[in-house]
């Protein structure tokens, strides 16, 4: 019996599979939207433009709508192959269809670039002013392209233009090195300045090569006035070794603080930050910022979790309580924010100790297992105040990515001013330098952070 019942199965499965193949092979041998939807990408992928306009055109002619995606793919062949009857098809497809179609971010970003790929300036600049017009997102290669095109064109007014939207996403190299060029030959000194103060919006490091370029453009633009070196070293304080001045503190203003704690003040009430239950998550992060605001300012807020695995691949509860034994004869109040089943490993053994914790001022605030943690220590840095410390080797990077592009340049300047890196045997703590790491300038020198490491100076030769 169990033979025979093996035996149906075996061929059942069989008698399906044969049934699925030919159902396929049939759906893909007639003339239909599924069989020219996949010529279509494959032709895409190939950059094949014969077979991609066939697929596009049977797709019209039939009545079967390509699909957004679809199209985008073809305008990228398009430009690619750089084929202006096809795209004339293609754009009178898109220029049928109704408001949302034209309206399209993927498409209108395609667009774009197709005509930068074919040397259609003022059309791109046309089809980009319109996406600002109708604030659609510009992507990062839309705008690189652009700019490339603007560049080789020397259109230096327009140039300036674009620069103020790369506050937002930063300078790739070969953008910087082209507009510095462009600066160098129209004489438009501006433009190199305003570089730099992008650079220094975004607080993004000068690649080497953008850096020798600026250079170039300060030997051009005044000759023998600045003295060049690098790379140049930075004291603590923020004393530079070529030319003895002192760099910008990279202490946050208290509005840039304010915003801070606004923006995690609102993350403490969205329900998507807690896989538990809205009320639970909500009553527990009141209860944390009760215990902040009766304590008054905590000096240091240590990412419990985070220190308890240095170096290993299980957390060690014993290896946290050293270093908040340490910390707390360098900081006279501390707050430590941990999940609660970091506190009962070892049989309780960080629960047992908080009374000994107390006793040397280390304060202890335990969550829930299912909370994302990083809204908890965050808040209570920001509520103790301005000069807290955050003992953590996290580089935090999941959430700056979620920050608008407003708060990621401030959240970086308070990541490198407060953050307190921990090294183990023997425990040692990290504190931050004293100044700003990103580009500045006065009317006699500039400072350019590399990415490499180091600083490059320019200062005016004393007369």
Not at 22 to 32: F, H, I, Q
Not at 45 to 56: G, L, S, V, W, Y
Not at 234 to 239: A, H, M, P
Not at 352 to 380: I, K
Request: contains cysteine; hydrophobic residues 35%.
């Amino acid at each position: 019996m169990a033979v025979a019942i093996s035996r149906y199965l075996r061929l059942y499965t069989l008698w399906q599979t044969l049934r699925a193949s030919r159902l396929t092979t049939a759906a893909l041998s007639r003339d239909d939207k599924w069989k020219w939807t996949h010529m279509l990408h494959e032709g895409c992928k190939r950059n094949d433009m014969q077979t991609t306009m066939e697929a596009f055109q049977n797709l019209a002619h039939n009545g079967y709508e390509p699909g957004q995606n679809s199209v985008s793919a073809v305008l990228h062949v398009c430009g690619e192959r750089g084929d202006p009857a096809a795209f004339q098809l293609v754009d009178e497809y898109i220029r049928s269809k109704d408001s949302v179609w034209r309206d399209n971010e993927q498409l209108c970003n395609s667009l774009v670039q197709y005509k930068c790929k074919v040397g259609d300036y003022l059309g791109a600049r046309d089809n980009f002013q319109e996406m600002q017009a109708k604030k659609l997102k510009i992507r990062h290669g839309a705008i690189w392209m652009l700019l490339d095109e603007v560049v080789y064109r020397q259109d230096s007014a327009y140039a300036e233009e674009l620069l103020k939207m790369c506050v937002e996403i930063g300078v790739p190299t070969p953008i910087g090195e082209h507009l510095l060029q462009l600066a160098v030959t129209s004489g438009h000194s501006a433009l190199a300045t305003d570089l730099m103060a992008t650079y220094a919006n975004v607080r993004q490091r000068v690649e080497r090569e953008v850096a020798y370029r600026f250079v170039d453009w300060l030997n051009s633009c005044f000759p023998g006035r600045y003295e060049v070196k690098s790379p140049v070293g930075i004291s603590k304080s923020g004393v530079c070794s070529g030319c003895g001045h002192h760099l910008n503190s990279n202490v946050l203003t208290a509005t840039e603080h304010q915003l801070l704690l606004d923006h995690t003040s609102n993350m403490m009430s969205m329900e998507a930050n807690s896989f538990q239950n809205n009320r639970c998550y909500v009553v527990e992060g009141r209860r944390l910022g009760d215990m902040v605001r009766h304590e008054r300012q905590f000096t240091a807020v240590v990412d419990g979790l985070n220190v308890a695995h240095i170096s290993q691949t299980r957390a060690n509860p014993n290896l946290l309580l050293a270093v908040l034994r340490q910390l707390s004869r360098q900081c006279p109040k501390v707050l430590v924010i941990a999940r609660r089943h970091l506190a009962e490993m070892d049989r309780g053994k960080l629960e047992q100790n908080q009374r000994l914790l107390r006793s040397s001022n280390v304060h202890c605030f335990f969550t829930e297992n299912r909370v994302a943690d990083d809204c908890y220590f965050l808040y209570s840095s920001f509520l103790s105040g301005p000069n807290t410390w955050f003992v953590s080797n996290d580089a935090l990077g999941d959430h700056l990515a979620t920050l608008p592009p407003h708060l990621q340049a401030i959240f970086r300047k308070w990541k490198r001013s407060r953050q307190v890196g921990v090294t183990v045997n023997p425990i040692t703590f990290q504190y931050p330098d004293g100044y700003d790491e990103v580009v500045q300038w006065t009317q006699s020198n500039w400072h350019l952070p590399l990415e490499s490491g180091g600083w490059l100076c320019g200062s005016q030769r004393q007369s």
